[in-house]
């Protein structure tokens, strides 16, 4: 069973980066697309931002463009999501997830996913 592991959340102050890592395990990695995902308190998870198996192309939602940066490295079975300029409108727990096909910004789309890491942001 392919097993996703998030790391790196915590409090942070605005204007704060932080740095989220996603490990799997017992998965072909490389052959992923991975993809991060948010949920923040009473609202519906969502799209954050994806890339494909070799880095070649990279999708970010339109609140995070600019701010985040998300990278893999296929050596280590790790997914990373920097997020520079943190604001409170970020704050949620945030989801790794993985597909056997091409990027997409779809939940439905993924196959496997992980069990989030909280990141809270204040003012």
């Known amino acids: 069973q392919v097993q996703l592991v998030e790391a790196g959340g915590g409090l942070v102050q605005t204007g704060d980066s932080l740095t989220l890592s996603c490990e799997v395990f017992r998965g072909t990695f490389s052959m992923y697309t991975m993809a991060w995902f948010r949920q923040a308190p009473g609202k519906e998870r969502e799209f954050v931002s994806t890339?494909?198996?070799?880095?070649?192309?990279?999708i970010y939602a339109d609140s995070v463009k600019g701010r985040f940066t998300i990278s893999r490295e296929n050596g280590a079975n790790v997914v990373r999501l920097q997020m520079d300029s943190l604001n409170v409108e970020d704050t949620a727990v945030y989801y790794c997830a993985a597909r056997r096909a091409g990027p997409s910004r779809y939940q439905r789309d993924y196959d496997y996913w992980g069990q989030g890491t909280q990141v809270t942001v204040s003012s």
């Open positions: 890339i494909s198996w070799d880095s070649g192309l990279k």
